[in-house]
């Protein structure tokens, strides 16, 4: 798995974080979900696609949840009913370059899906990543 996957699926996976009461949310059905993942970049445009299980314990998503770590932002947060769209900002550090990012979080009873636009830059060079996460609950999570 290269480099910016790598990034996408820890910005993904840390969706699942404890969330602050405090932000605009929407909700998340708990439960065990199969996540399949496609991403695209103009280093290679050839999408790649995986499908993981993973037990989502949360009953509310917020933009926090987003964030690779605690130097990111989250802003222009919009809520409209299930819809949570806002922007990322990362200044980058040792494990990873700076980056801002564009999501739009959707859910529904039984879904959760993520859709991210991610722009990096690496060596002077900018990369530009597309991510769409499709989750579908398919039960309680698993022991």
């Not at 999408?47 to 964030?67: G, N, R, V, W, Y």
């Not at 991510?131 to 609950?137: D, I, N, Q």
């Amino acid at each position: 798995m290269n480099k910016l996957s790598l990034i996408v699926l820890f910005i993904v996976v840390g969706c699942i974080s404890t969330a602050s009461l405090a932000e605009d949310s929407i909700p998340v059905v708990p439960g065990q979900y199969s996540v399949k993942s496609t991403t695209t970049s103009n280093l290679n445009p050839e999408p790649k696609t995986q499908t993981e299980e993973h037990c989502i314990p949360i009953d509310k998503f917020t933009p926090s949840m987003a964030l690779p770590d605690a130097t990111c932002t989250a802003s222009n947060i919009k809520k409209s009913s299930n819809v949570l769209t806002f922007d990322i900002k990362c200044p980058g550090n040792d494990q990873r370059p700076p980056m801002t990012s564009k999501a739009e979080v959707v859910t529904t009873k039984s879904t959760l899906n993520i859709k991210m636009d991610i722009v990096n830059t690496f060596e002077d060079k900018v990369y530009s990543v597309k991510s769409l996460s499709e989750g579908k609950r398919i039960g309680e999570c698993k022991q």
